[in-house]
C-alpha cells in the first residue's frame, strides 16, 4: 500500500515559481503530477520512473521539472514561468508496477494523494 501526501501549493502571479512536493510511504517504481481544473478532465503533467527517465506534458516541457529524492522518498515538481492556465489541483500519483511508463497517462497509476491547489493569476 502506497500513501501520498503532497504540498507546496499556493497562488503566485504570471511568470513566478513554485515548487510542489510529494511525500510517499511505501515502494514505487513509478510517479508523476497530474493537474485538474475546474470543469475539465485530469492531465497528466509529468512522470519519473525509478531509473530517472522522466516524460512531460507538452504544455509545460521547458518550464517544469520533476525530480525524486530516494533517500527522502519524496516526489518534487519545479514549476517556473508560471501561466494562468497552470492554474489547478495538483495530484500525485504512484504506480508499483515494474513494467510501467513513465507515463502521463492517469489509468497508468494506481494510488493517488489528496491534491494541492495551485492558483497562478494574471
Known amino acids: 500500500q502506497v500513501q501520498l501526501v503532497e504540498s507546496g501549493g499556493g497562488s503566485v502571479q504570471a511568470g513566478g515559481s513554485l515548487r510542489l512536493s510529494c511525500e510517499a510511504s511505501?515502494?514505487?517504481?513509478?510517479m508523476g503530477w497530474f493537474r485538474q481544473a475546474p470543469g475539465k478532465e485530469r492531465e497528466g503533467v509529468a512522470a519519473?520512473?525509478?531509473?530517472?527517465?522522466?516524460n512531460y506534458a507538452d504544455s509545460v516541457k521547458g518550464r517544469f521539472t520533476i525530480s525524486k529524492d530516494n533517500a527522502k522518498n519524496t516526489l518534487y515538481l519545479e514549476m517556473n514561468s508560471l501561466k494562468p492556465e497552470d492554474t489547478g489541483m495538483y495530484y500525485c500519483a504512484a504506480d508499483i508496477r515494474l513494467f510501467c511508463g513513465p507515463s502521463t497517462n492517469a489509468r497508468s497509476f494506481g494510488y493517488w494523494g489528496q491534491g494541492t491547489q495551485v492558483t497562478v493569476s494574471s
Open positions: 519519473i520512473k525509478s531509473d530517472r527517465s522522466t
Open positions: 511505501g515502494f514505487t517504481i513509478c
